[in-house]
């Protein structure tokens, strides 16, 4: 999936050898427009929206992706039966599994830290191995579901993803040799975002009480969106540092987490990723006649 200005675009490889793509106009509610222009409250804006939009673009991959193209009639009959209820269900779908993922990821660490209270009663200490155990969560659980066929797939194409970008970034004409020499790594990933919530919660969390323990866990899931919108603005940040010799390595770290969450794609893979960026190009270039009413080359 590739993300332009005006819209986001999904690419995907049918049966037959034909590729098939699914385009999403960028509408965003005018409370949400301002919302996005405010620091730390635009992340947490960026996060929900990414969400939606990503369950939505899940959901055209996995309803086609094993089906014959000439099924395709029932597929649209059916989206069309219940387009608005799929919508907002595919969409609340996403943002309520997020949710649940970053509360389980935030207390589990809370109660393994609780375990070490008596050996390490200092609240640094704590907070020091809630982050340990946060970490390690983290890695553990991206590695081992990076082993499943399926999860493997899509962290191959998150890498064709990277590389693609990557390519364009460096004004490589995108071929499958180019993308495929590019690097799989991205400084602006969302994976680099995962990394900053646990390093920006380390710090955060030492501004409040971790005893009694049911006070940790309420302020840490009261943190939660302080952790998500400090992350995004350093993520923001290490992008824009990234070629500055001195201060690059900062997103180093985010960069090494990438090694786990993209793999090495095929080069029907990187194909699908070209053609998918190339539509959205497209489709940026089409929106933005449409609003200057000139004609772009």
């Known amino acids: 999936m590739f993300g332009g200005k005006h819209c986001t675009v999904t690419t995907i490889k049918r049966k037959d050898g034909t590729y098939d793509s699914f385009s999403m106009p960028r509408k965003s509610h005018p409370v949400l427009q301002k919302l996005k222009k405010i620091p730390f409250i635009r992340g947490i804006v960026a996060i929900i929206e990414s969400s939606a939009v990503g369950s939505r673009h899940l959901s055209f991959s996995t309803d086609r992706y094993d089906v014959d193209p000439k099924d395709d009639d029932s597929i649209v009959k059916e989206e069309e039966t219940s387009k608005i209820g799929m919508i907002l269900g595919v969409a609340a779908v996403g943002i309520l599994s997020f949710i649940f993922g970053k509360v389980l990821f935030t207390l589990i660490p809370v109660f393994l830290a609780a375990i070490f209270q008596d050996v390490a009663p200092a609240k640094g200490a704590q907070i020091l191995i809630e982050g340990f155990f946060k970490l390690a969560l983290l890695l553990l659980y991206i590695y081992f579901v990076s082993m499943t066929p399926l999860i493997k797939r899509v962290f191959q194409y998150h890498g064709a993803e990277h590389k693609v970008i990557n390519a364009f970034e460096a004004n490589k004409e995108l071929t499958v040799e180019n993308v ?34 049911y006070a940790r866990i309420l302020n840490r899931l009261a943190l939660i969106p302080v952790v998500l919108g400090v992350s995004f603005e350093v993520l923001q940040l290490t992008n824009k540092l990234r070629d500055v010799p001195v201060l690059k390595f900062l997103g180093y770290p985010g960069l090494w987490l990438q090694l786990l969450t993209t793999k090495e794609p095929n080069d029907d893979q990187i194909q699908t990723a070209i053609i998918s960026f190339n539509t959205m190009l497209e489709e940026e270039i089409k929106t933005e006649q449409g609003l200057t009413g000139e004609k772009i080359v």
Do not use: E, K
């Open 180 to 213: 495929r020499n590019a690097s799989r790594l991205h400084y602006r990933c969302g994976s680099s975002f995962i990394l900053f919530t646990v390093v920006v919660g380390l710090f955060l969390y030492m501004f409040v009480p971790t005893d009694p323990l």
